[in-house]
């Protein structure tokens, strides 16, 4: 493990409604739970999902949002999970000279940098360097990333899932990696 002294855990405000139409905070836990990422120091959090796109607000209905991120919450153990038809917010955090190795989702992930640096490589070779404030737009590509600062890294992601590719010239499926190559 660093020595380097981790992040502080971010806070998450959700918003709803009184039944009356007034709007208040949501009675969810403001600071996320962060879970460990199997044979790393990383860690991941998820602040947010959704079952459905568009997202159902209503209280009454058992697949609105609110009721969705606190099952999921409680129930994901894994940093490339989200739900199948709706979005999904996650926070990962990478010590730092860390490596996560080559994979897949079958996803649209927009990946914001808001501490430290990471760099994004391709599996075709290609890489790039992403600082505080850029923006990952990850369209089910197979990649790494890598946090090539001093510090800890950390990324917020928002994850729609994607249809795959059917028809393309090549098939469009999840893939995890692990340190040496071996499949999850």
Avoid at 127 to 147: C, E, I, L, P
């Amino acid at each position: 493990m660093s020595d380097t002294p981790r992040l502080p855990a971010p806070k998450t405000f959700i918003t709803t409604h009184k039944p009356d139409g007034t709007s208040v905070f949501a009675p969810t836990p403001e600071t996320a739970e962060y879970k460990a990422i199997s044979n790393t120091t990383n860690t991941f959090a998820d602040v947010h999902a959704a079952p459905s796109v568009p997202i159902v607000l209503d209280p009454s209905n058992e697949s609105n949002d609110l009721a969705t991120t606190t099952t999921y919450i409680a129930s994901n153990r894994h940093p490339a999970g989200f739900p199948a038809a709706g979005p999904a917010i996650r926070y990962v955090d990478y010590a730092p000279g860390t490596y996560v190795p080559m994979h897949r989702t079958v996803s649209v992930d927009y990946g914001v940098v808001v501490a430290g640096t990471v760099e994004l490589e391709l599996d075709g070779g290609e890489k790039r360097t992403a600082h505080v404030g850029d923006m990952v737009v990850q369209r089910g590509t197979k990649h790494s990333w890598r946090n090539v600062g001093e510090g800890w890294a950390r990324m917020l992601y928002v994850m729609l899932p994607a249809e795959t590719a059917i028809g393309a010239p090549f098939e469009l499926k999840a893939e995890f990696g692990v340190p040496g190559g071996a499949k999850v």
